[in-house]
């Protein structure tokens, strides 16, 4: 937001600097983001009168003005189309720098005396352009009456202006009035408040019909008769232009004026163009309506229209309609002043693409009793421009007028939250400065807001505005006191890190991926067969739909990690040859009708060709061997020490993990018709994990143990099982039956073929016993390979190869 310094001075007495004063405001919150000194380069450019035009002879647009400057009167060779004798206009001097008009990039030139058409020109009437007050350069400056012959441009129309970056939460100081109102409590001093004429209270000329409060808080719509649309006055203009607002005519001048004044977006309506009364409605389904920017928009459900009989002819709160626009032949208009839903205007802006001034305003919630206060304003600035009549009073509706309800302030709440003492009689009076009614009790103070501060509704909003009032400054800065509190290791976040920290040494990358997905991104999961997807994605039933996407791409909560991975991985694999990801995350799943639960899920993508572990060893695709391997050792790093990976009977691919006998998730090699779907051309391998699961089993605790100080007696023992029998079940019963100097094994042979039946393997298990106060003998050792072989001749049905035992 742009304010010139000059329209703040017809509010408040300013005596400090302006920088004094940007700074004075930046610590009360209301931050100042630029201070633009226009003027400051007009040496040699002064207020000037036109005393005399002819024409310039065999030139048709030339003509040659005399003009006074005060001091002298020089003439000056001119084809601006608006010039005129008794203007008082910009004149700049010989060796004035200006601003070329005329060049394609922004650059300036010292003015110098020439001749035109053998006339010689001694000067130039400068164009807003040229001074670098706008782009506009059809036609010359033209200055307001009042400004003196001869004084310094720079006197006359130069100023400071103030641009303000304010956050949502300070709407009521989004305009000239509201910085000032903050400006007087600030310094100290009394903001001039206007006075408005009233409008007629009785007697509409016109009427409308609102069909709910859930459209608008407020609708008024005045009529007004007899208007002449002409350009606006020169410090009209001057002072949109300086706020960063174009000028068009006065009716739409008017209502913009207002806007910045007051904070009130304002519309006018061709009221000859409009057919009977005016309804403010919810958009209809299929609704097109084409806007002041000749664009034909399809309606968003639920936005504001403001219709007639016939049809729409405006968008409330956004922009208004090119059928009912105020052209050069208006000369009667319906002048509107509302309080829109702030959450109505905020979608139908976002879905439409269309964010204007008015509607950045409504969004962040209008006071209702400001409505007639910039309506009534806005019909005089119209009486004195356009020559207007006002017909009638305006037309009101307002069911639930607004009741501020009183805020209790307990002195100790001041010094509990701001942390220094702020004497009773200053709480009062900053208070009092902003405007708030004020009780005052032996212990607290009874507070009511002013109905244009929406957003104080507690204590603590209280204090925070005696704390910026008072001074952030001045609060002293002190060390804090006490003892310390005990700090404690957050062990869900340790064992997250060292997750993310082993995966990414094993060779895989991390992908961070949007919560919000799309109906298009889960749709080839969903067209899988049942069974043969992974378990914790949800059917669509189950999805969760956001109220307010901001794209169709973001719609969904996500339920599953996968779909996004797989994207990154199908993105990758174009440009590498070997793309191995995770991520580690949240995913959503729905509870009844109340807020979904929130589990972290851990996915894990494997494609493209393996990393050899040696340079002689071959490569090859990644399979699910890989896989295992990281979720082996990623669950052995955690130290998870209950886990089972489980071979799945109706997908042969794929492994089952198991937590403490809780199923976590699996890892499978991905369907071809899935990978088909999601256009990825090579094997993939995935897993998808539940992280709550793995955490409730993992720790950080390392325990230590002494090495024995005796040698190892190692033995071998062969067995020949059914090819269906899992390695895992194997090794459980060497664990059962091993003995208590059982201290290790390993599968160091698989055999499949002749001269085995078919169906059958052969495993070759190494075995180390060990003890830790003696020695153990070749016997012993037997002793514990006998007894395993004995566990799985009994559990497996396994036969023992080259056993010295029956």
Request: with cysteine; charged share 25%; glycine share 8%.
């Amino acid at each position: 937001m742009r304010v010139p310094v000059s329209w703040l001075r017809e509010y408040i007495e300013l005596d400090q600097p302006v920088t004094q004063l940007a700074h004075l405001l930046t610590i009360a919150g209301l931050e100042v983001t630029g201070i633009e000194d226009t003027g400051s380069g007009w040496d040699r450019v002064f207020v000037g009168m036109v005393e005399r035009i002819e024409r310039v002879p065999e030139a048709d647009r030339l003509v040659l003005a005399t003009v006074n400057y005060g001091a002298d009167s020089l003439t000056v060779v001119t084809g601006a189309p608006n010039i005129a004798e008794g203007q008082k206009v910009a004149l700049a001097l010989e060796g004035a720098v200006l601003v070329d008009a005329y060049a394609d990039t922004p650059r300036k030139r010292k003015l110098k005396a020439t001749k035109i058409k053998g006339i010689r020109s001694q000067g130039m009437v400068c164009s807003e352009r040229e001074l670098g007050l706008s782009s506009e350069h059809e036609g010359i400056l033209v200055l307001d009456g009042d400004a003196t012959v001869g004084a310094p441009l720079a006197t006359a129309l130069g100023d400071h202006i103030l641009t303000f970056d304010l956050p949502n939460n300070l709407a009521y100081a989004n305009s000239v009035v509201g910085l000032a109102r903050e400006i007087a409590a600030i310094t100290g001093v009394v903001c001039r408040e206007r006075s408005v004429p009233i409008l007629a209270a009785t007697g509409a000329a016109t009427m409308a019909t609102v069909e709910g409060k859930h459209l608008a808080a407020r609708y008024l719509l005045q009529r007004l008769d007899n208007l002449v649309i002409r350009p606006s006055s020169p410090y009209i203009q001057q002072r949109l232009q300086a706020s960063g607002v174009r000028s068009i005519n006065n009716v739409v001048d008017a209502t913009n004026y207002v806007m910045l004044e007051y904070g009130q977006p304002l519309h006018g309506f061709d009221r000859d163009a409009s057919e009977g009364d005016v309804v403010v409605r919810a958009s209809h389904t299929g609704e097109v309506f084409e806007t002041l920017d000749h664009q034909r928009r399809p309606m968003p459900p639920g936005t504001v229209m403001i219709a007639d009989a016939a049809r729409a002819i405006g968008i409330g709160g956004i922009m208004g309609g090119l059928n009912s626009e105020v052209t050069e032949a208006t000369t009667s208009i319906l002048l509107e002043s509302a309080t829109f839903d702030p959450i109505r205007i905020r979608r139908s802006a976002r879905a439409m693409g269309l964010r204007t001034e008015a509607s950045a305003r409504f969004e962040r919630g209008m006071d209702p009793e400001l409505a007639p206060v910039a309506l009534a304003r806005a019909v005089e600035l119209l009486v004195q421009e356009a020559d207007a009549v006002p017909v009638g009073a305006p037309y009101d509706w307002y069911p639930e007028p607004i009741r501020q309800r009183a805020i209790e302030l307990p002195y100790a709440e001041v010094k509990r939250l701001l942390g220094v003492e702020v004497a009773p009689d200053e709480m009062e009076c900053i208070l009092r400065s902003l405007e708030f009614d004020v009780v005052s009790q032996p212990d607290r103070l009874l507070v009511t807001p002013p109905s244009y501060r929406q957003d104080v509704t507690l204590a603590a909003d209280l204090v925070e505005e005696i704390g910026r009032i008072h001074g952030y400054d001045e609060i002293p800065a002190t060390l804090p006191s006490g003892a310390l509190p005990v700090q404690r290791s957050d062990e869900a976040a340790l064992l997250e890190r060292r997750a993310r920290e082993w995966l990414v040494a094993a060779g895989l990358r991390e992908v961070i991926n949007y919560d919000l997905t799309s109906v298009a991104a889960l749709e080839p999961f969903r067209a899988l067969p049942a069974g043969a997807g992974p378990a914790f994605w949800q059917p669509v039933n189950q999805l969760i739909k956001v109220r307010n996407p901001l794209t169709t791409e973001r719609e969904y909560l996500r339920p599953s990690l996968l779909p996004g991975v797989l994207q990154n991985l199908r993105d990758n694999l174009r440009h590498q040859e070997a793309v191995w990801l995770f991520e580690l995350d949240r995913v959503f799943v729905r509870q009844g009708d109340g807020l979904p639960l929130e589990p972290r899920r851990l996915a894990v993508a494997l494609a493209g060709l393996r990393r050899p572990s040696s340079p002689h060893l071959a490569d090859g695709e990644t399979n699910l061997y890989d896989l295992k391997g990281v979720v082996d050792g990623l669950l052995a790093a955690l130290r998870v020490h209950t886990y089972a990976l489980v071979a799945d009977n109706e997908r042969p691919a794929s492994l089952g993990v198991e937590i403490g006998g809780r199923c976590a998730g699996f890892a499978s090699a991905l369907d071809a018709e899935l990978l088909a779907r999601l256009d990825i051309d090579r094997p993939v391998v995935a897993a998808e994990l539940d992280w709550e699961i793995i955490l409730g089993a993992a720790t950080r605790a390392t325990t230590f143990a002494a090495y024995s100080r005796y040698p190892a007696v190692r033995q071998d023992v062969a067995i020949l099982t059914q090819d269906s029998v899992p390695a895992a079940a194997v090794e459980q019963v060497i664990v059962r039956y091993g003995g208590r100097n059982l201290r290790g094994w390993r599968l160091r042979e698989v055999y499949r073929g002749a001269p085995l039946p078919e169906g059958m393997k052969s495993l070759l298990y190494g075995l180390e016993f060990q003890s830790d106060d003696r020695t153990l003998t070749e016997a012993e050792g037997t002793k514990g390979r006998r007894a395993i072989e004995r566990g799985l001749r009994e559990q497996l049905g396994a036969e023992i190869r080259g056993s010295d035992q029956p």
